[in-house]
Nanobody, 115 residues
Framework: VQLVESGGDLVQPGGSLRLSCATS????????IGWFRQAPGKQREPVSC???????EYVNSVKGRFTISRDNAKSTVYLQMNSLKPEDTAVYYC??????????WGQGTQVTVSS
C-alpha cells in the first residue's frame, strides 16, 4: 500500500491550492480516504474524509472552503482548498484505514499560508 501526497505550497491568505493523494496497492474504490493535518506544536487533526460511495465530511473550520473528491479510475483523492487562512498552515496527510483497523499514512505535503 502506498499513499503519496502532493500539491502543497506557499500561498497568500485568500489563495487556493489543490492537494492530491495518489494511492496504490489496495482496492481503492472499496475504502474511505481521509485528509489530516498537523501544525507545528499541535496534534494531528482530521480535516475531511470521503467514503467509498462518495459521502463527504468536514471539520467545522474548513466547511464551505475545502472540497474533497475522489477519482476511482486514478485511485486518487483530492482536497481543493479555497479562501486559505494562516491557521490552515500545516503538513497535510492522507490516511487509509483498512477494514482490520490498520492505518496507512502518506509522507505529507507542506501547506504554508502567509503574506
Amino acid at each position: 500500500v502506498q499513499l503519496v501526497e502532493s500539491g502543497g505550497d506557499l500561498v497568500q491568505p485568500g489563495g487556493s491550492l489543490r492537494l492530491s493523494c495518489a494511492t496504490s496497492g489496495f482496492a481503492f474504490d472499496a475504502y474511505a480516504i481521509g485528509w489530516f493535518r498537523q501544525a507545528p506544536g499541535k496534534q494531528r487533526e482530521p480535516v475531511s474524509c470521503i467514503s467509498s460511495p462518495g459521502r463527504t465530511e468536514y471539520v467545522n473550520s474548513v466547511k464551505g472552503r475545502f472540497t474533497i473528491s475522489r477519482d476511482n479510475a486514478k485511485s486518487t483523492v483530492y482536497l481543493q482548498m479555497n479562501s486559505l487562512k494562516p491557521e490552515d498552515t500545516a503538513v497535510y496527510y492522507c490516511n487509509l484505514q483498512m477494514f482490520d483497523g490498520y492505518d496507512y499514512w502518506g509522507q505529507g505535503t507542506q501547506v504554508t499560508v502567509s503574506s
